[in-house]
């Protein structure tokens, strides 16, 4: 298959860019370690690395640049640095309830200024994201805590939010490199909602603050062009760049194959999957903070070409009351587990209604439940029955914008809160699962979802190296020796990679990807030597 090529017109529709060409088939770090920092659910700090690999770290307190402001006068009780230390002291009350770690000691507080003459202190904290579902508890306690101080006469608190920066951006296309966390909508089986659930889900998120994208990746019978209605509903093309301009609706960036102007889809599964993947990876998306993918039924191509061409931050399973149902999702879960995309949160869809006085279950009850038993999922969410529900995808108009005060809105509040919850956890466990410890010499491993804490040897993780550069794929055969790798090697950075590996960079210039499962059987140094310094 061939890429399209770009037409003479700058900007056209999407179908005028495909129908052009007959033929044709659809489809940095810098060199510093990681130190294993502390970070929160909401918050973040800079550590010095090019912007698009981490998206959030915490660093000490000496990261702070706190200035006392000074018109000449003396303090009339306390001296700036004692203003400084007691505004801190004041703030590291303030806990993260997700990690249990004080906003001071994650270097969450930026911008300290201490006016000790009037008695003014501003600050300001830093979210990684503007949906964090606790952003207005945490600014009210700053404010309170600091007043609290004698001296203290007035607070000003500002919050603000990072630009969207992904932790695996190296791997991603360019179009996905500035989007946050990338959310899978699945249910391996139609008709149980999905789309329903991916769709307000997105819009909960963007009502919470976030910047929002939606991805319709069912080619076959896309859902999106009758459950949202953009006044624009057929995709541009930008000939220069050869990039897809989503369009919106209510602020939320939309891309289905629904909107290409070709309805849907008859062609083979080959031919969608790089359908799927030009729509996906050469759309303009910008910077976003979530991009929720509403899947495709099933666990084929399509599923596993998404997999593999984005890092999936987590994904949210949607099923129905009936044991057909949950025969059907546990596929998709296992399909998940396999990829290490972390199943976040069960939507059990359909569940009840309630008439007469009475709550009735008309398609049996358990399924949901089932699903986060046997495989774990923390997070499990009920929606009725609701025929206004159903009417609102079927309006263009999703339920949580038309009735946000209703009982189907809060449940999707809840998911939105759990779901900005869980991927910050994924964000902060993944980015410092393995680093490098430089006074100890040796790379410290915590596998994510595990309580287990080892460190290895630099040189016994070089040489345990399983590519086609260290071994024969064909015969076996140990190309890398012992002896070619020197007991004082040290790696020159550490990256993640996707859910599952990391990504390590050795000064021979060798990139070796080293899984997680793989380290785990490496052997462990029972003694880590910890170096006095100079």
């Not at 932790?167 to 008709?191: D, E, F, H, M």
Request: proline share 7%; with cysteine; aromatic share 8%.
């Amino acid at each position: 298959m061939t890429l399209l090529q770009a037409p003479s017109s700058p900007t056209l529709t999407f179908h005028q860019y495909c129908t052009s060409q007959p033929k044709a088939g659809l489809y940095i770090a810098e060199k510093s370690f990681l130190q294993s920092p502390l970070s929160g659910s909401c918050f973040s700090s800079q550590r010095h690395v090019k912007p698009l690999n981490f998206s959030f770290t915490c660093s000490s307190l000496s990261s702070f640049t706190p200035k006392a402001a000074s018109n000449g006068a003396c303090a009339p009780s306390v001296s700036g640095q004692t203003a400084e230390s007691e505004v801190l002291k004041a703030l590291s009350q303030i806990i993260d309830p997700d990690f249990g770690t004080d906003i001071v000691s994650c270097g969450f507080v930026k911008d300290l200024v201490v006016d000790d003459n009037l008695g003014e202190v501003s600050f300001r904290l830093e979210l990684t994201t503007p949906a964090c579902p606790i952003k207005d508890m945490f600014e009210q306690r700053a404010n309170e805590v600091v007043a609290e101080l004698p001296w203290v006469k007035k607070v000003n608190v500002t919050m603000s939010a990072q630009p969207a920066k992904p932790i695996y951006a190296g791997q991603l296309p360019a179009g996905l490199q500035t989007i946050s966390n990338i959310i899978a909508v699945s249910s391996c089986k139609g008709g149980v909602g999905k789309s329903t659930v991916a769709v307000n889900l997105a819009y909960t998120l963007a009502d919470m603050g976030a910047r929002v994208g939606i991805f319709d990746a069912d080619v076959y019978g896309p859902s999106l062009p009758t459950m949202v209605s953009p006044e624009n509903r057929i995709l541009e093309m930008n000939a220069e760049k050869r990039t897809i301009i989503p369009t919106e609706y209510m602020g939320v960036k939309l891309v289905s194959f629904g909107f290409a102007g070709q309805g849907r889809a008859i062609m083979r599964g080959p031919m969608v999957s790089g359908v799927i993947n030009q729509l996906l990876t050469t759309t303009e998306w910008g910077e976003l903070d979530y991009l929720v993918i509403d899947m495709p039924p099933g666990t084929g191509d399509i599923q596993l070409t998404l997999c593999q061409v984005v890092s999936l931050t987590a994904a949210v399973i949607v099923t129905t009351p009936q044991k057909l149902a949950f025969i059907d999702v546990a596929k998709g879960v296992r399909m998940f587990s396999k990829l290490k995309v972390p199943c976040v949160a069960v939507v059990e869809n359909m569940c009840h209604f309630d008439a007469d006085g009475k709550r009735y279950y008309p398609f049996g009850r358990g399924s949901g439940s089932q699903v986060v038993q046997q495989f774990g999922i923390p997070h499990l969410f009920d929606l009725p029955i609701k025929p206004a529900l159903s009417a609102s995808g079927d309006s263009g108009v999703p339920e949580v914008v038309a009735d946000p005060q209703g009982e189907v809105s809060r449940t999707f509040q809840e998911l939105g809160v759990c779901v900005v919850q869980q991927c910050a956890k994924i964000r902060q466990q993944v980015s410092t699962a393995v680093s490098y410890d430089r006074s100890s010499k040796a790379i410290k491993v915590k596998v994510p979802d595990s309580d287990e804490e080892f460190y290895l040897h630099p040189a016994t993780v070089r040489r345990n190296d399983r590519s086609a550069q260290s071994v024969d794929e064909w015969t076996g055969e140990q190309k890398l020796h012992y002896s070619d790798i020197p007991d004082d090697i040290e790696p020159e950075e550490i990256r993640p990679l996707g859910n599952y590996a990391v990504e390590i960079t050795w000064p021979d210039g060798f990139n070796q990807i080293a899984p997680y499962d793989q380290l785990q059987m490496m052997e462990r140094l029972v003694e880590v030597p910890q170096l006095t310094p100079a």
